[in-house]
């Protein structure tokens, strides 16, 4: 009886987040290093946020890289699961959050998503409204989709990496 409980939940747990955001499906480690190597260089001056961090992946490659990564994950599943497999990356942190609610950290100079369609023009305002909010421009991979309209500094297998440059300092 209680597997199937626990059958349920993880089954709620993983179904409510689509209502948010993409389903947990994660990008592949050859990608993400092809990414930030031929893309954009990642580096110790890079923090690095990806917006539904799922296991971890993007964010323990990043930290590989130097840089400090911060995921924001909604699955608390998946916040517990990256959380352990990335314990021993110092730079690694995973917030359990809703990131449509969520500003991103100050220090972020680099945004990773690999979203569904239906979230690209909304994830295309809240970037413009960060950048308008920092005051400085912030650079944006996106995996799987490109940005309508915009276009991209550079493009890579399934990935584009855009410059939001701020419309007006705030
Ligand atoms: C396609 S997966 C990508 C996982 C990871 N970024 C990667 O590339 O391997 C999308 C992730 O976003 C999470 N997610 C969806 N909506 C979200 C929201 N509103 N806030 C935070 N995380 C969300 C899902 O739980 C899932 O883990």
Request: hydrophobic share 0%.
């Given at each position: 009886m209680i597997w199937m409980w626990l059958g349920w939940a993880l089954v709620l747990t993983f179904g409510v987040v689509v209502f948010r955001g993409a389903p947990y499906v994660p990008s592949r480690r050859r990608y993400i290093k092809q990414a930030f190597t031929k893309l954009y260089p990642l580096g110790s001056k890079d923090v690095l946020v990806d917006v539904?961090?799922?296991?971890?992946i993007v964010l323990r490659i990043a930290a590989e890289y130097g840089a400090r990564a911060i995921g924001l994950e909604l699955n608390p599943v998946l916040v517990l699961i990256s959380r352990l497999m990335s314990r021993?990356?110092?730079k690694v942190q995973v917030s359990l959050v809703d990131f449509w609610l969520t500003p991103l950290p100050?220090?972020?100079t680099i945004v990773y998503a690999f979203m569904v369609t239906r979230d690209i023009k909304k994830i295309t305002k809240k970037m413009q409204s960060e950048a308008d909010r920092f005051g400085r421009p912030l650079k944006f991979i996106t995996y799987g989709n490109r940005l309508p309209g915009r276009e991209y500094d550079k493009a890579l297998v399934g990935y584009a990496l855009y410059t939001f440059v701020p419309l007006q300092i705030s």
């Open positions: 539904g961090s799922g296991d971890g021993r990356d110092k100050d220090e972020t």
